[in-house]
């Protein structure tokens, strides 16, 4: 019979650097009783979690801090090569601070009454919206961005790439912002500066060309 596959838990990790499994939570969850803690012991701490090869169960914590760190971005076409770049970057920094991405693509049309109940179901906490707008009624942080108004070439070069993602990450930070902070305010609307090379792109938006000009 094979052997019983060995689990790694808080409890394991408390035991092999000597401290209260509290005490390990606080630090790998970097809360606010974690800055009471000498930062020679979280180092100690993390290279346990590391050597052991320590995984937390996000399903068990969710229940205890009645938090779930998903995020959605919604949009009726995933498919566009823009919103792809959008939703790469949003992905990285929301990865970066312990959050996790869910993609949706909503025809905001036939499906606007099923959208609030379908994300809060789910335990969305945010909502990146591009080119989508979402029913009053959603009670999430909203950041949104329209770029249906501009022209993108394919294949993109490189800084067009790059200001995407950016902007990507712009929206994340947005949302991230609401849900953490109480006194921000929700549905927030993240604008585009265009770059200097969307000028050079053939077929350019006028509309979205004088909008930029303007916020220069």
């Not at 019983?4 to 790998?28: D, F, H, N, Q």
């Not at 009783?33 to 996000?58: D, M």
Request: charged letters at 25%.
């Amino acid at each position: 019979m094979a052997d019983k596959k060995y689990v790694v838990s808080l409890r394991t990790v408390a035991e092999r650097v000597g401290l209260a499994p509290c005490s390990v939570s606080a630090i790998l969850n970097n809360t606010p009783a974690s800055s009471a803690i000498p930062q020679g012991t979280k180092e100690r701490v993390f290279r346990a979690a590391g050597e052991l090869n320590y995984r937390p169960n996000l399903w068990a914590r969710s229940l205890r801090t009645k938090r779930t760190r998903l995020v959605a971005a919604i949009t009726p076409d995933i498919g566009r090569a823009s919103v792809a770049r959008v939703v790469a970057g949003a992905q990285q920094l929301l990865h970066r601070r312990g959050y996790l991405l869910a993609l949706g693509a909503f025809d905001c049309g036939s499906e606007w009454n099923t959208i609030p109940i379908q994300l809060q179901q789910r335990g969305i906490e945010g909502v990146i919206a591009i080119d989508a707008i979402l029913p009053q009624e959603l009670e999430l942080p909203v950041a949104s961005m329209d770029l249906e108004c501009m022209t993108f070439g394919e294949p993109m070069a490189d800084d067009m790439r790059t200001w995407l993602s950016e902007l990507g990450e712009s929206a994340a930070e947005t949302v991230l912002r609401q849900i953490e902070k109480d006194d921000v305010p929700r549905r927030m609307k993240v604008v585009p500066k265009l770059p200097r090379a969307y000028f050079d792109l053939p077929n350019v938006n006028l509309g979205a060309e004088v909008d930029a000009r303007e916020q220069a």
